[in-house]
T-cell receptor
């Protein structure tokens, strides 16, 4: 069975600090995708990034960066110079390929609070 | 382009009553998914439609839950009769294709409270 673990339930940092959100996953599949979603106070889940299992290159998008390491089954997310608008719940998810069906397996989420 | 919409945004009902949640996917998206988040736990998959057909309903908790997608457009999720443990946030998502890597676009969710 697939599993995603986000051990950090809540994190608070002062604005402009860097913060890393951890994500550890379990899967028997060799082909899979990892995702990060952001849930702002408005409630919808906003897609941030998708990474496939064959691409271990780190990715940077503005203040956001992601570190994918298959050796440790981790897909961590770092926000540099955090801002108040980054306050949200962040979910890591894994997409499994199950007889042609696709569904996302989510972690429990990390609530990030940026203190002004 | 309109995103995924869900109605109602909140619903409070008593145990034993019936509630119907609605999801309107992004126009043209054949794939529609329902998920549920209970009590701050992980978001769990419920089922997946491809057009009007149920592709995967392995996550449906029991037969009190009935999902439909007539005509392959909007979808409804009916809970009858509702129990206390059904409380949570129900998310709907849609995607244009069935490939493994397709991004799923999520709606704002319906917060269901069963008293």
């Amino acid at each position: 069975a697939q599993k995603v673990t986000q051990a950090q339930t809540e994190i608070s940092v002062v604005e402009k600090e860097d913060v890393t959100l951890d994500c550890v996953y379990e899967t028997r599949d060799t082909t899979y995708y990892l995702f990060w979603y952001k849930q702002p106070p408005s409630g919808e889940l906003v897609f941030l990034i998708r990474r496939n299992s064959f691409d271990e290159q780190n990715e940077i998008s503005g203040r956001y960066s992601w570190n994918f390491q298959k050796s440790t089954s981790s897909f961590n997310f770092t926000i540099t110079a955090s801002q108040v608008v980054d306050s949200a719940v962040y979910f890591c998810a894994l997409s499994e390929w199950d007889f042609g069906n696709e569904k996302l397996t989510f972690g429990t989420g990390t609530r990030l609070t940026i203190i002004p | 382009e309109a995103g995924v919409t869900q109605f109602p945004s909140h619903s409070v009902i008593e145990k034993g009553q019936t509630v119907t949640l609605r999801c309107d996917p992004i126009s043209g998206h054949d794939n529609l998914y329902w998920y549920r988040r209970v009590m701050g736990k992980e978001i769990k998959f419920l089922l997946h439609f491809v057009k009007e057909s149920k592709q995967d309903e392995s996550g449906m908790p029991n037969n009190r839950f009935l999902a439909e997608r007539t005509g392959g457009t909007y979808s409804t999720l009916k809970v009858q009769p509702a129990e206390l443990e059904d409380s949570g946030v129900y998310f709907c998502a849609s995607s244009p294709g069935r490939a493994l890597y397709n991004e799923q676009f999520f709606g704002p969710g319906t917060r269901l409270t069963v008293l």
